[in-house]
């Protein structure tokens, strides 16, 4: 073995967030970012893991061929590699991990909240050949939208279905109607959320088929829409029917209450990205700059398509 490359790209929610966890289908988007996994072989029979943004290596870990951890820079993020590697190991017996050197590069910022541990989950999976949904439940939890982003060529609709203990991801490819996206700006508000507590804090709260059914319908409604002020009115509904479930203020009216076009939460309320339509794109750049936010993408430059 020479060298071994694979790539993972990175993921926004647009429509569906927390009820895909409990069967709504829900939009998921597939970004240009992402992260790649190159594998050389080691000099000993060791297993080097070294994972860098923009150059800059923040995470180093040594395991033994028997994955125990010989060293590391951050001991609680060595041990989810740990286990990660032993449940590759458990599905795949056969399969050969010692003597390599993982490096593992990030093209977007970490705190984005944009797939860090989807896209690894991922590109282990390409790799080893090990379910990456069981991986996925090794450590994390969640629909699995993200898995299922880091592979995708495009936008898709994703639903999960759970009967008799099977579950089923449904995956439907479409694209937004070009007047749509031509005027969505993605902003990180510079508040980055743990997806994870997120999840375990919605999955106290009740919900109802009649809500999940209403959210799928709005889904519905998207993939028929031609015209930005449609797609508006649906953001409106999705955000107001959210809001009433988790008993929390939309992103519109906390942070946003005088832009004059639509905001909406993209993924966990409360902090990395959130979408806006726009009539004028420098005019809209403008008002999140001058709230301070940075970066800000349009369609083109984020999503993959």
Known sequence: MNQLSFFASGKLLLFGEYLVLRGAKSIVMPLRFGQSLN???????????EAYEKEKCWLRIE?????????SSDKEKALVVQQLLR???QEKPSFKIKGLHFRFDIDFDRNYGLGTSSTLISLLSQWSGADPYLLQAQRFSGSGFDIAAATAPGTFVYQVQDTNDNRRRIITPFSLHEKI???LLFIYTGEKQNSLREVNTFGALETSSEQTGIMSAIVEEVLRCTDIESFERLI????????KILQKATVKKKRFADYPFAVKSSGAWGGDFVMATYRDETQARAYFHKKGMHPVFNYRQLIKS
Request: aromatic share 2%; proline share 6%; glycine share 2%.
């Open 236 to 243: 409106l509904q999705s955000e107001s029917l959210l809001g």
């Open 63 to 71: 395991l033994s061929p028997e994955l125990e951890i010989l060293q």
């Open 87 to 89: 449940r590759i190991r």
């Open 181 to 183: 996206s031509s005027r």
């Open 39 to 49: 594998i050389t072989p080691h000099a000993s029979a060791n297993i080097l893991w």
